[in-house]
């Protein structure tokens, strides 16, 4: 229609961004760029430029496959990178502050904290070690879950073993973590489940220290009593087990067989439905058969704890050496019958119904 005029078109930036698009405000209806905080745009700038500078300070330029291959050597690469790319990097360096220039390549000193690790070592010592210790046996038993005399006895085993827990010193002369406080953390751990920032508390070592400690100490009593300890009886164990049983009372006892559920404290919420028993929290059954010296041989530990001792017995692996034949016979005659197996003692008993 000629009457109309269409109305002129929007005035758009020649980049289209919409960020920088003129807008109409009232007033005298002149358009208006939106305003941007220069210092914004030069901070903006200014990390562009920083991130580049790292870029080439770290990684590099990028090489591509078809240049690499033409060199014959690591070093041939390396000066190559650096004369095409010294002028880029020397103009990157120029225009960037110098204030972050200096921050980039600042020399980052590394965290030292000071423990005092022999005074740590002295009070373990005054505590319950030396001759007038301060803590009664007692409490050494409850707190270390065994004897005095059977934790300095595994305690120089381990160091005949490994030299890992004897006492050395470090690069500047000091002294380091003695073979007593190296154990403790071990046994703390394994024992109550302690967390690192606790063993740093207490006994003074830091936390790749403690995970090491823990790591090397299992290892070096695997490698200590693995032998010993965790594996079928031969003819001379039964022998002596029959023995120590026969001076009891028990005639063809091998050992003594029992439960313990151990408590799954991080237990999922799903399976508390098939981990709780008796004691209404989730827990893991252990079977375990010691002699009266708690020579332990057997373990079994996976059942959840809802099962009794009759179901973990029916899955416990104590018998496979029985049927299979790899356990020496037993030969004992108890109220005039001959018997040719052995037994276990246990402190209750199932009669099925």
Same mark, same amino acid.
């Not at 010294?86 to 103009?91: N, P």
């Given at each position: ?91 990157? =360096?120029?225009?960037? @502050? ?10 980052? +000193? /590394?965290?030292? #904290?000071? &423990? ?35 934790? =300095?006895?595994?305690? @120089? ?10 006492? +050395? /010193?470090?690069? #500047?002369? &000091? ?179």
């Amino acid at each position: 229609m000629a009457g109309i005029k269409p109305s002129p078109a929007r005035p758009r930036s020649e980049s289209g961004n919409p960020s920088t698009t003129l807008r109409r405000f009232s007033g005298n209806g002149e358009p208006v760029k939106k305003a941007v905080s220069q210092d914004e745009k030069r901070r903006t700038r200014e990390a562009e430029k920083a991130e580049k500078l790292m870029h080439l300070v770290c990684w590099g330029p990028k090489l591509y496959s078809s240049s690499s291959s033409s060199f014959s050597s690591l070093d041939n690469v390396i000066d190559s990178m650096i004369q095409r790319n010294q002028d880029a990097f020397r103009e990157i =360096l120029n225009s960037v @502050n110098p204030d972050i220039v200096e921050q980039v390549f600042k020399p980052r +000193k /590394r965290r030292y #904290i000071h &423990r005092d690790r022999e005074g740590n070592h002295r009070q373990l010592m005054k505590e319950y070690f030396e001759e007038n210790y301060i803590y009664l046996p007692e409490y050494f038993r409850r707190r270390f879950k065994m004897q005095r005399e059977l934790f =300095l006895r595994i305690l @120089n085993d381990v160091k005949a073993y490994d030299d890992y827990f004897i006492q +050395k /010193r470090d690069a #500047i002369g &000091r002294l380091g973590l003695s073979s007593i406080q190296k154990m403790t953390t071990a046994i703390r751990i394994l024992v109550y489940g302690y967390v690192v920032d606790h063993c740093d508390e207490y006994i003074k070592i830091d936390e790749n220290t403690a995970i090491e400690t823990l790591m090397t100490f299992c290892k070096v009593v695997i490698g200590v009593y693995g032998e010993e300890y965790m594996r079928p009886p031969n003819e001379a164990d039964i022998a002596r087990l029959l023995q120590e049983g026969e001076e009891r009372g028990f005639l063809g006892m091998l050992g003594s067989i029992d439960c313990m559920h151990w408590e799954w404290k991080n237990c999922p919420v799903t399976w508390h439905g098939t981990h709780k028993g008796r004691s209404h929290t989730p827990t893991l059954i252990l079977e375990a058969v010691a002699s009266k010296d708690l020579w332990i041989w057997h373990t079994f530990f996976r059942m959840p704890g809802s099962h009794n001792d009759i179901n973990v017995l029916y899955h416990s692996p104590v018998f496979d050496s029985i049927i299979t034949g790899q356990i020496p016979l037993v030969n004992f005659v108890m109220n005039d019958y001959y018997h040719t197996m052995g037994y276990y003692l246990v402190d209750g008993t199932y009669i099925p119904e």
